[in-house]
């Protein structure tokens, strides 16, 4: 079968590799679709992982083929299956039997840690190729795709669910003010998925087609990132009805952005929290003192303090929220299945496999049209 296999940094390569075989209560799914994530990029973008490997992990498809169970028929939950589902994977699926889990931090949980799906090479995914092996251990994260669903609906699962486990770590109430830093198809469903609660989101990035897009995915104010630390003022001056309030109740940075970081910090009231969600790249640090000098050519960045006492004494929190909850898979597939939060206009460029270096490159180069960025494989017969 095809394959786009990782050989070095941005090195991606179209491969003919040995279709995957299956074991016993494992799953062989031809790949009808995989979301290109940023995780992914980031990757392949700083070698973080030795290769060969082939990524993608956001992927649906159709089963076409079911080990036998150990003991002759299939498992009890290779039984939920037939050949012919068509199904959505979850490439890490928690033990919830083990300490961390028991304090549901599942992205912590070590049988978590392994990835269960793959298409050959060490385990990284194997969305971007023409079948995966789902192995027994992620069996419990496959969900049905219903029949008026398509594949690119069901391959938006995994993204979501990141997002909604997020917004559960913030404690908010209906009618709370929130900023959503970074309006990509992450910070779109956030604004979305906050808006369905009952939030009013502030929502900023530097793209103006972005700013009306989140308008429509329920956004109450929108503002331009880089303009907005001017605005401040003005947005704490604003006594006008409806008008963005003084002080958010919390901010989510969807963006890599160390001064969202400090302007989200500055803009939550006291007792608020900000949740980072994109500082994915191990050592990006958060500047506590003076100025740091920017490197690759930037120059010297400005550089802000986090005056540790914004967190003592004003009771602001910072936290993380990284991968996904497995617990809340049934309730991010009824969100997205239902269309309440319809992610089919979050979908803007869809990729031949052949063409998933040029994918990957428009992910991580977006441009004002772009959003979600899939690869569908138009898959050969066994
Ligand atoms: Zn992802
Ligand atoms: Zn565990």
């Not at 990782?6 to 031809?30: F, H, Q, W």
């Not at 938006?156 to 997020?166: I, Q, Y």
């Not at 404690?171 to 970074?182: F, H, I, P, S």
């Not at 303009?227 to 901010?251: F, G, H, V, W």
Request: charged share 25%; hydrophobic share 40%.
């Amino acid at each position: 079968m095809r394959a786009v296999v990782y050989r070095g940094i941005n090195d991606l390569r179209l491969e003919t590799v040995p279709v995957p075989r299956i074991g016993a209560d494992e799953l062989l799914v031809k790949v009808a679709v995989c979301g290109v994530c940023p995780t992914d990029i980031k990757k392949i973008h700083y070698g973080t992982v030795p290769p060969p490997r082939i990524f993608g992990h956001e992927t649906a498809g159709t089963i076409v083929k079911i080990g036998g169970g150990k003991n002759g028929g299939a498992s009890v939950p290779a039984s939920r299956f037939r050949v012919g589902d068509r199904v959505a994977l979850h490439h890490h699926v928690p033990c919830l039997k083990c300490h961390e889990c028991r304090h549901a931090s599942f992205a912590q949980c070590e049988t978590y840690k392994r990835t269960g799906i793959t298409a050959g090479f060490e385990p990284a995914g194997g969305g971007y190729a023409e079948y995966v092996r789902v192995m027994d251990f992620v069996l419990p994260g496959v969900v049905k795709i219903p029949a008026r669903n398509s594949f690119e609906e069901g391959a938006m699962l995994e993204p979501v669910n990141t997002v909604l486990k997020a917004v559960k770590r913030l404690n908010l109430l209906r009618g709370d003010n929130v900023l959503v830093a970074g309006q990509g198809p992450i910070g779109l469903m956030f604004t979305k998925i906050l808006q369905l609660r009952g939030v009013n989101v502030l929502a900023t990035d530097l793209l103006e087609s972005r700013l009306k897009l989140a308008k429509k995915f329920g956004a109450k104010w929108v503002g331009q990132a880089s303009r907005l630390s001017l605005n401040e003022k003005k947005i704490k001056n604003e006594d006008r009805r409806d008008a963005c309030p003084a002080s958010l109740d919390a901010a989510i940075v969807a963006v890599p952005s160390d001064d969202a970081v400090a302007q989200a910090l500055r803009l939550v009231r006291g007792g608020g929290q900000v949740l980072l969600f994109a500082h994915t790249k191990r050592a990006s640090s958060f500047s506590l003192s003076a100025r740091r000098t920017g490197g690759e050519g930037r120059g010297e960045v400005e550089a802000f303090n986090l005056d540790l006492s914004s967190i003592c004494l004003d009771e602001k929190d910072l936290i993380g929220s990284y991968s996904s909850d497995f617990t809340l898979q049934a309730e991010v597939a009824r969100l997205v299945f239902s269309r309440r939060l319809d992610v089919r206009p979050l979908i803007t460029h869809r990729f031949p496999l052949e063409e998933t270096s040029e994918a990957v490159h428009l992910a991580s180069n977006p441009k004002p049209d772009s959003l979600k960025i899939v690869v569908a494989a138009d898959v050969s017969p066994l």
